[in-house]
T-cell receptor, first 114, second 112 residues
């Protein structure tokens, strides 16, 4: 079945360590996104990519990095520079970037910094 | 993107209709109205979207006020699986899809 796969589902990290969250899609979508969600809050955009080898910062990109070397993959690295990394991270994709398009989300990765 | 206002929470009984309101008084003529919902510990899923006319799909109906300053998501017969946070979002024709702005949404609880 087509969809978005995020891994790992749960991740624990010590302070000062970088961690990479995986996001893979087999929907043949051009656009991919990373959002962060804190308890009781809505989603905030970290990075998005409209095409391979190109990506743009969202509203809260500081302390994060991404790459888009393949259409299917958009990994997110949470660096030690991110001051408060404990959160629920959601990856999404869409066929295009028009205003009527639908975003498809993965099941999320929950990161806890100890 | 223009801002939306939704009640923090609502309750419904199973098998009864649910009307989830959304105010968007600063909506522009090119803004589409989107609804997503998020079940606990899952990613959001698309529900429905519209521009001016009312819309129906297998999941829900979207009723848009004539002046477009408000809209209502209608679940015709709530089930326990409809318990989720529902987000009302405005999407401008000119802005990037990635800049979808999710507010706090309405947490819907469904009682058996």
């Amino acid at each position: 079945d087509g969809g978005i796969t995020q891994s790992p589902k749960y991740l624990f990290r010590k302070e000062g360590q970088n961690v990479t969250l995986s996001c893979e899609q087999n929907l043949n979508h051009d656009a991919m996104y990373w959002y962060r969600q804190d308890p009781g809050q809505g989603l905030r955009l970290i990075y998005y990519s409209q095409i391979v080898n190109d990506f743009q910062k969202g509203d809260i990109a500081e302390g994060y990095s991404v790459s888009r070397e393949k259409k299917e993959s958009f990994p997110l690295t949470v660096t030690s520079a991110q001051k408060n990394p404990t959160a629920f991270y959601l990856c999404a994709s869409s066929r295009g970037t028009g205003p009527t398009g639908e975003l498809f989300f993965g099941e999320g990765s929950r990161l806890t910094v100890l | 993107d223009a801002k939306t206002t939704q009640p923090n929470s609502m309750e419904s009984n199973e098998e009864e209709p649910v009307h989830l309101p959304c105010n968007h008084s600063t909506i522009s003529g090119t803004d589409y109205i989107h609804w997503y919902r998020q079940l606990p510990s899952q990613g959001p899923e698309y529900v429905i979207h519209g521009l001016t006319s009312n819309v129906n799909n297998r999941m829900a109906s979207l009723a848009i006020a004539e002046d477009r300053k408000s809209s209502t998501l209608i679940l015709h017969r709530a089930t326990l699986r409809d318990a989720a946070v529902y987000y009302c979002i405005l999407r401008d024709r000119e802005s990037q899809m990635g800049k979808l702005i999710f507010g706090q949404g309405t947490e819907l609880s469904v009682k058996p």
